[in-house]
């Protein structure tokens, strides 16, 4: 059992993950790499995203990170699936192609099942549409397409759920209404999970590097208020904050300065570092872990999996009980006297390893 298992050694090998594949065609400029961390529980699913990362280094450390955090998450969510991720380097402004589509299509065909993509940061469902021309093992189709379509829709709504229970764990209320929350990145999940926020009455500030993002929500809630970037963000008096953009967010510069009772977004691997969950909960500051809250678009994703396809009221259904397992996690961690981040790694690991294990007797086909 490992207390903290996101911080992988950077090799070609990954960190304890089952598969790591290098993606390369040349003609349309596909670089891709696909990592699978585990398929103890089911094939492994997981987002592509579309990043221009500095290096090939970054774009392996950002993967191997991803994809062990997407077999957390899916263990913790209860389904029958594994965690990986993959992604393609370049810019998806400039490089975004249906020939690069549809050559990375090919490439997770070729695992015959093994890793089940969807979409992520730079990747939309349409994108999912042209990958399935190709392939086989695609989720997050759009709605014409007998997909789930938008997944951003469940992820927001679970967050929001994974906030009741965290202000349930910390006030005994699950309550939002008047309280303050900061929203860093108000893109595809967070714009969602402000909408939800002011409907209930809660106080909300924002900000994103993205104006336009900016310029959506303030259209749609004007009560809204904007500051200049995250660093402003954290110094607000805040009864939440809502990390909701790229990870690694919780520095320990933000984490001395940050004056909320609850840490709850949207973004993946929040943690800048190992230690980080110690020092939250020195500060009494209530975390509830990423890919606990996070997992609303895993679970409406792997809806489209079920044999008569997608059913949004019953992914909603699903993607509602984050508030229950959120709240067994803070307790958990109470109750033994650990991290929540902590609580729910053991969560995760108990059931992989003891689900896991049935894998190991043969059934006849």
Not at 23 to 30: F, N, Y
Not at 316 to 343: H, M, W, Y
Not at 353 to 364: C, N, Q, S
């Amino acid at each position: 059992m490992t207390d903290r298992p996101f911080a992988p050694q950077v090799s070609a090998f990954g960190s304890h993950h089952e598969q790591v594949v290098f993606c390369h065609d040349e003609d349309s400029g596909l670089k891709a790499i696909i990592a699978i961390y585990s398929t103890a529980l089911g094939p492994a699913l997981g987002g592509t995203r579309f990043y221009p990362y500095g290096s090939e280094q970054a774009a392996l450390a950002d993967v191997l990170d991803l994809s062990q955090g997407m077999a957390y998450k899916a263990a913790l969510a209860g389904l029958d699936l594994g965690g990986g991720k993959a992604v393609i380097i370049g810019d998806p402004a400039t490089l975004k192609s249906e020939a690069l589509l549809r050559a990375y299509g090919r490439f997770v065909q070729s695992l015959g099942g093994r890793y089940y993509t969807a979409c992520d940061v730079g990747t939309y469902s349409v994108d999912m549409d042209v990958i399935a021309r190709e392939c086989d093992f695609v989720t997050g189709r759009t709605v014409e397409h007998g997909g789930a379509g938008d997944s951003s829709v469940l992820t927001a709504f679970g967050v929001y759920q994974g906030m009741r229970a965290s202000a349930q764990h910390v006030w005994g209320d699950t309550s939002l209404a008047g309280r303050t929350v900061g929203v860093a990145g108000v893109g595809k999940v967070g714009h969602h999970l402000v909408s939800r926020l002011v409907e209930e009455g809660a106080t909300v500030i924002i900000t994103d590097v993205n104006e336009a993002a900016v310029a959506r929500v303030v259209e749609a809630h004007p009560q809204v208020r904007v500051v200049a970037d995250a660093d402003a963000l954290v110094r607000e008096p805040l009864d939440v904050y809502a990390p909701c953009a790229l990870g690694h967010a919780l520095t320990d510069e933000v984490v001395e300065v940050l004056s909320a009772s609850i840490v709850c977004g949207a973004a993946n691997n929040q943690l800048a570092h190992e230690g980080i969950e110690k020092r939250l909960a020195e500060r009494e500051i209530t975390y509830a872990p990423d890919y606990c809250v996070n997992s609303g678009g895993l679970i409406q994703v792997a809806d489209e999996r079920e044999s008569d396809g997608f059913h949004f009221d019953r992914a909603k259904s699903r993607a509602a009980g984050i508030f229950d397992t959120t709240l067994d996690v803070l307790d958990r961690g109470k109750a033994e006297g650990v991290p929540p981040s902590i609580a729910a790694d053991r969560q995760a690991e108990q059931r992989m390893r003891d689900v896991g294990r049935l894998r190991a007797m043969w059934l006849p086909s």
